[in-house]
Nanobody
């Protein structure tokens, strides 16, 4: 059974940093597309960053140069380092893996506000 658990969200001032973590179980980590998505109030869920099995990485234009996705195969962990945070980054952030269908974590709230 696939299980994804996010952590690391919180309240941060504009310009600050946060590191999100996703603990995965029940899935062979390196075989599938995994990524981070976010959903702000009143908006659709959007892709933030994802890693393709061949190692290629995609970022949303709005986070390029500020966010970095990575994963630790041995620990079955995925991370999202978020720097230079802006108020528009405020959202619930979700860990995702695509196994022919989407699996999601419960989400972690990120609030960027002064």
């Amino acid at each position: 059974q696939v299980q994804l658990v996010e952590s690391g969200g919180g309240l941060v001032q504009p310009g600050g940093s946060l590191r999100l973590s996703c603990a995965a179980s029940g899935v062979i980590f390196s075989n599938y597309v995994m990524g981070w998505y976010r959903q702000a109030p009143g908006k659709q869920r959007e892709m933030v960053a994802r890693i393709i099995p061949d190692g290629d990485i995609n970022y949303a234009e709005s986070v390029k140069g500020r966010f970095t996705i990575s994963r630790d195969y041995a620990k079955k962990m995925m991370y999202l380092q978020m720097n230079s945070l802006k108020p528009e980054d405020t959202a619930v952030y979700y860990c995702n893996v695509y196994l022919g269908s989407d699996y999601w974590g419960q989400g972690t709230q990120v609030t960027v506000s002064s």
